[in-house]
C-alpha cells in the first residue's frame, strides 16, 4: 500500500520529466505532415486527417468493441507469458543444467517465425481466439524467459554470502538483496514481451480471425481507406506508450531506486 502511495505520489514529477519525449513525438508528427505534403494523401494522410478519423472512430461502439477484442486477447497471452515464463526463467536460473537444457528451446522458439506459428495455430485451433492468445504465448514466452533466467544466473556470489554471513531473515534475502538484481532484468523482458505480443496479436488477427483491431486493418487495406489504417496504427501504438511508460515505468522507477 505505501509503496503504491509513493508511485501516485511521484507521479506528476515523473510526468513533467517527459517533456524530452513529447518533443520528439511532435518531432515525429511534423516530419509525419511533412511527408504528407511530398507524398499526397492517398499515400500518408495528415495528422490532422488521421486524429480527425481516430476521434470519429473512437466514438463508434463496434470500434471499441474491436479494441476490446484485441485488449484481451493481448491481455490474455501476455499474462500467461509473464507468469509461465518468469517463473520457469527464474526456475531454471538456479539450476545450471536446467538452464542448459532450457537453451536449444529457446532458440528454437526465438527462431521460428511469427508467420509460421500463426499459420500451424490455424490449423491446429481454427480462426478464433485460441490461434491468436497461443500466438502471442509463443512469441512472448522465449523473451521473458531469457530475462528472468539471466537475473537469476547473474545474482553477485558474494552478495549471497554476505546475507548468509548475516543470516538475514528469508524475506529480507528476497526483497532486499536478490528482488532488486532480478527485477532490473526480469522488467526489460517483461517490457519487450509486451512489445511483442502487441505486434503479434494484430498481425494473428489480421490473418486469423474476423474481429479485433487487426481484422479491422485488413479491411482498411482492402478498401484502400489510408487514413482508417493509420487510425488503427495510432491506437496500437497509443495503447503500447499508455501501458509501458504511465503504468510500467513509475513502477520501475520506484523498485530500482537503489541504482540511484
Same mark, same amino acid.
Given at each position: 500500500m505505501k509503496f503504491t502511495l509513493k508511485i501516485l505520489k511521484d507521479f506528476p514529477a515523473y510526468l513533467w520529466s517527459g517533456w524530452g519525449a513529447i518533443a520528439s513525438i511532435l518531432l515525429f508528427i511534423a516530419l509525419w505532415d511533412m511527408g504528407n505534403? &511530398?507524398?499526397?494523401?492517398? /499515400?500518408? $494522410? !495528415?495528422p490532422l486527417e488521421t486524429f480527425a478519423t481516430l476521434v470519429a472512430m473512437l466514438g463508434d461502439e463496434m470500434v471499441i468493441a474491436e479494441i476490446k477484442t484485441t485488449l484481451y486477447r493481448a491481455s490474455i497471452g501476455f499474462g500467461i507469458s509473464l507468469v509461465v515464463g518468469s517463473f520457469f526463467g527464474l526456475l531454471a536460473g538456479f539450476f545450471a543444467t536446467a538452464s542448459m537444457m532450457s537453451r536449444p528451446i529457446?532458440? @528454437?522458439? #526465438? *527462431?521460428?517465425p511469427p508467420i509460421a506459428w500463426i499459420v500451424l495455430a490455424m490449423i491446429w485451433f481454427g480462426m478464433?481466439?485460441?490461434? /491468436? &492468445?497461443?500466438? /502471442?504465448?509463443? +512469441? !512472448?514466452? $522465449? @523473451? &521473458?524467459? #531469457? *530475462? +528472468?533466467?539471466?537475473?537469476?544466473?547473474t545474482l553477485d556470489g558474494d552478495l549471497k554470502e554476505m546475507a548468509d554471513s548475516f543470516k538475514l531473515p528469508w524475506h529480507m534475502k528476497f526483497f532486499d538483496v536478490y528482488f532488486p538484481h532480478i527485477f532490473s532484468y526480469v522488467f526489460p523482458a517483461w517490457v519487450s514481451g509486451l512489445g511483442m505480443a502487441w505486434k503479434i496479436v494484430v498481425m494473428a488477427e489480421l490473418l486469423a480471425t474476423s474481429n479485433g483491431i487487426g481484422a479491422s486493418l485488413a479491411v482498411a487495406r482492402s478498401q484502400l481507406d489510408t487514413p482508417t489504417a493509420l +487510425?488503427?496504427? /495510432?491506437?496500437?501504438?497509443?495503447s503500447l506508450m499508455f501501458v509501458e511508460y504511465i503504468i510500467l515505468e513509475p513502477i520501475k522507477r520506484e523498485v530500482e531506486l537503489w541504482r540511484s
Open positions: 505534403q &511530398i507524398y499526397g494523401n492517398l /499515400v500518408l $494522410p !495528415s529457446v532458440t @528454437i522458439l #526465438v *527462431g521460428m478464433g481466439d485460441e490461434t /491468436v &492468445i497461443f500466438t /502471442v504465448i509463443v +512469441a !512472448s514466452f $522465449p @523473451i &521473458i524467459f #531469457v *530475462g +528472468a533466467l539471466q537475473g537469476t544466473r +487510425a488503427l496504427v /495510432v491506437i496500437m501504438i497509443g
